[in-house]
């Protein structure tokens, strides 16, 4: 149950002052309404009613709040005071004094002064309802208005906000005079004494409810695990530019370790509709003097791979360590885990727990399309995110050249498998439409490891 007053303002304008007169009161005050309802008050059982709706608790206020567009008239209106040499025509003795008031023409022409939790019985309802029908204007009696009164909460507006009583001292928020039990006697004895209702009045503070948004869902990569290996003090640094030839060394030494028949998810043989493990090199990225050397190499394990081939995969690597990577001639490279290295982290790779929108090339794309005649790099690159499993992006930004600190440029030539199709080679920025989790990969060679991200600004 609720109960509802609903008023619809006749003209569009609201015509009252606030607790400072040169300035218009809005948004309205329960209190205002509550006051309008009393000046109706004939019988005794009208003064129950209002002594049952003082009891109710404090409203809520729902009234459009943008664009409420304030004024001001200016008029000579007859004064009470009398003189010998009087001002007016009509009144003898009285003076006309001028007279400035503000008023506010809201958005809406209609407003409600709402008390959710309250449950009038019929007899009360109908009484408040009666109360509500006399009600010629709030505020001024400029302000003619139509009250109405229903046991349910209101329609809402498009224009309407809604302010609701808040602790006292909570930032912004603002004062409402409100109706409270003994306030009907109180407007009764200023009545009688010849006060004013401001005399009788208190505020609450009150604030604009903020709708919460419905919270955005997060994308999920389709790989959900990282398996990494730091090098162990390699004789020299490795260049960035060498991330194909760690990753197809990596590719041959997995794949020697794992018993045949070997996963398709693993090969990439037979598992085209599929994703496939990713082969991934780490390169130093993304601090003060970061060059882009490598530092590691990992697989990226499919989400939604068969636990059979997860398990034989990962027997396959950690079982047995893979210690050694031998990516040309000569001493292998010695692998080891544990390593303490931000960039070898699983989260420098997958962001934060809740996801990431904004993203950068830590390695650069091979697109999946060709170049061609009304084909921007800014498409190529949404759609091959988009063919790699991700959500659509909301902004791109393309380039040649790293677009953050210690991206590799480009891989060396002659480090690509062999025949593969010449496709654009960029650096990407994307913001996607909601949070993802990585690791984001994507392109042609992304289960060779180009086109890794890495999440903006860093993470765990």
């Not at 003082?54 to 809520?60: D, H, K, L």
């Not at 060059?291 to 990992?298: E, I, K, M, W």
């Not at 009304?374 to 659509?392: C, T």
Request: glycine share 8%; with cysteine; charged share 20%.
């Amino acid at each position: 149950m609720a109960l509802t007053l609903t008023v619809r303002l006749r003209h569009g304008r609201y015509d009252a002052g606030d607790m400072r007169p040169s300035r218009a009161e809005w948004p309205p005050h329960p209190a205002r309404l509550f006051c309008a309802l009393a000046a109706s008050a004939v019988q005794a059982d009208d003064w129950d009613a209002l002594r049952w709706l003082e009891r109710a608790g404090a409203p809520v206020v729902r009234a459009a709040m943008d664009d409420a567009r304030p004024g001001r008239t200016d008029s000579y209106v007859v004064t009470n005071q009398t003189e010998q040499k009087s001002g007016s025509q009509s009144w003898p003795g009285r003076t006309n004094g001028a007279r400035s008031r503000a008023f506010v023409t809201p958005a809406c022409d209609q407003f409600a002064v709402v008390w959710p939790g309250a449950d009038p019985d019929p007899g009360v309802l109908a009484k408040l309802g009666a109360l509500a029908r006399r009600v010629p204007y709030v505020g001024r009696s400029t302000s003619q208005a139509e009250v109405t009164v229903t046991d349910s909460l209101p329609d809402d507006e498009s224009a309407w906000s809604e302010l609701a009583p808040v602790a006292l001292g909570t930032p912004g928020a603002i004062e409402l005079r409100v109706p409270y039990v003994g306030y009907t006697d109180a407007l009764q004895d200023a009545y009688n004494r010849g006060g004013r209702a401001w005399e009788a009045a208190r505020a609450l503070p009150y604030s604009q409810v903020v709708a919460m948004e419905e919270p955005v869902p997060t994308h999920l990569s389709p790989w959900d695990d990282l398996i990494v290996w730091g090098f162990e003090r390699p004789s020299a640094r490795i260049s960035g530019d060498q991330v194909a030839r760690l990753t197809l060394a990596l590719r041959k030494a997995v794949m020697s370790r794992v018993t045949e028949p070997i996963p398709a998810q693993v090969s990439g043989h037979g598992a085209d509709d599929k994703t496939h493990v990713a082969f991934l090199a780490l390169p130093d990225i993304d601090q003060p003097h970061s060059d882009g050397h490598l530092l590691g190499v990992a697989l990226a394990l499919p989400r939604h791979m068969p636990a059979e081939d997860w398990n034989r995969l990962a027997k396959a690597v950690m079982a047995d360590p893979l210690t050694r990577l031998t990516p040309w001639p000569g001493e292998p490279l010695r692998l080891g885990q544990g390593q303490n290295l931000r960039t070898l982290r699983r989260g420098r790779w997958t962001g934060r727990s809740e996801g990431t929108r904004t993203w950068v090339t830590a390695t650069p794309m091979m697109t999946d399309s060709f170049a061609r005649p009304g084909r921007s790099y800014e498409q190529m690159v949404a759609k091959s995110l988009r063919r790699a499993g991700f959500p659509d992006v909301t902004n791109v930004e393309v380039s040649t050249a790293p677009l953050t600190r210690g991206a590799i440029w480009r891989p060396r030539p002659g480090s690509l498998p062999a025949n593969r199709p010449k496709k654009p080679i960029v650096h990407a920025r994307v913001t996607f439409d909601r949070p993802v989790v990585g690791p984001v990969i994507a392109g042609s060679l992304r289960y060779l490891g180009l086109g890794l991200f890495v999440p903006e600004g860093g993470s765990g």
